[in-house]
């Protein structure tokens, strides 16, 4: 079992910033596949980012350019790093490992640009 502690998530006016963590506690992020999906009020969750183990990214389009994930092995933890906030990048964010057939999530953490 992989437990993932996310954090950062905040309030912030639009054109800012926020970094989201996410501890992966019972898993090294080294080996897994990490991602960042948000979730919008009344909305499918979608997927924002995504760093495999061997360190390729991909982003969904309407974030290419303003956020980067990224990996820390020693700490064990994915970040988010989010610029240029939207009022439409409102959303729960998530993290989530897959390791082959195992796939896990955190609790979430509410991000609010405001306008």
């Known amino acids: 079992q992989v437990h993932l502690q996310e954090s950062g998530g905040d309030l912030v006016q639009a054109g800012g910033s926020l970094r989201l963590s996410c501890l992966a506690l019972?898993?090294?992020?080294?080996?897994?596949?990490s991602a960042w999906y948000r979730q919008a009020p009344g909305k499918q969750r979608d997927l924002v980012a995504r760093?495999?183990?061997?360190?390729?990214?991909n982003y969904a389009d309407s974030v290419k350019g303003r956020f980067t994930i990224s990996r820390d092995n020693a700490e064990n933890t994915v970040y988010v790093q989010m610029n240029s906030l939207k009022p439409e990048d409102t959303a729960v964010y998530y993290c989530?490992?897959?390791?082959?057939?195992?796939?896990?999530w955190g609790q979430g953490t509410q991000v609010t640009v405001s306008s």
């Open positions: 989530n490992y897959g390791f082959g057939e195992h796939n896990f």
């Open positions: 019972g898993g090294a992020v080294s080996i897994a596949t």
């Open positions: 760093i495999s183990s061997g360190g390729s990214t």
